[in-house]
């Protein structure tokens, strides 16, 4: 149990498109939703958190308006990276915490982005 | 500030114990996890202490001292497949309500025949 899935686990996009990603928790409800950006090499790095129904709640530095977060239902979240840019490229994960287990944060496989 | 310092590396061999410590610096408190993060794969879920003392999970065990602000992974009978990123996370309370974690830099484990 307790599976996350992400679409597409890899992108290729040209600078400028926008760029969405699915994340969807199969076997349980998701209260909160969370997304992450990774570097090669390097730590998580939280982005922002999404509560079903309610608007997310962005970390400090992160663009509201260039990485929009849709929190639609309680098994889905997108993110949608909007005008993307080279720099954008990055390992983008989501993890899902249910009703159930609140002490456990289940990831989804990432999406690699690569923008160019 | 926050932070979690982990070391960066370790290196050990097959059958062997390894610790990886975790200290860490948070404005709030909820609970340390460890996770495991395999090369170009996401996360997966070890171990969550929210109080103080000694969980095991089969051959990974996680210990934690809130006055100490420490925390460490013990994994045992080290295989191969061990070999990996693990991180340190803590739980703390979002200024605008809810959890969020916040990641150590990751310990990349190395594990020799």
């Known amino acids: 149990g307790a599976v996350v899935s992400q679409h597409p686990s890899r992108v290729i996009c040209k600078s400028g498109t926008s760029v969405k990603i699915e994340c969807r928790s199969l076997?349980?409800?998701?209260?909160?939703m969370f997304w992450y950006r990774q570097f090669p090499k390097q730590s998580l790095m939280l982005m922002a958190t999404s509560n079903e129904g309610s608007k997310a709640t962005y970390e400090q530095g992160v663009e509201k308006d260039k990485f929009l977060i849709n929190h639609a239902s309680l098994t889905l979240s997108t993110l949608t990276v909007t005008s993307a840019h080279p720099e954008d490229s990055s390992f983008y994960i989501c993890?899902?915490?249910?009703?159930?287990?609140?002490?456990?944060?289940?990831f989804g496989p990432g999406t690699r982005l690569t923008v160019l | 500030g926050q932070s979690l310092e982990q070391p960066s590396e370790v290196t050990a061999v097959e059958g062997a114990i390894v610790q990886i410590n975790c200290t860490y610096q948070t404005s709030g408190f909820y609970g340390l996890s460890w996770y495991q993060q395999h090369d170009g794969g996401a996360p997966t879920f070890l171990s969550y202490?929210?109080?103080?003392g000694l969980e095991e999970t089969g051959r990974f065990s996680s210990f934690l001292s809130r006055s100490d602000s420490y925390g460490y992974l013990l994994l045992q009978e080290l295989q191969m497949k061990d070999s990996a990123s693990y991180f340190c996370?803590?739980?703390?309370?979002?200024?605008?309500?809810?959890?969020?974690?916040?990641f150590g830099a990751g310990t990349r484990l190395f594990v020799k025949a």
């Open positions: 996370a803590v739980r703390d309370w979002a200024p605008t309500g809810g959890f969020k974690t916040i």
């Open positions: 202490n929210a109080l103080d």
């Open positions: 076997d349980f409800q998701a209260t909160t």
């Open positions: 993890s899902a915490m249910g009703e159930v287990s609140t002490d456990t944060q289940y």
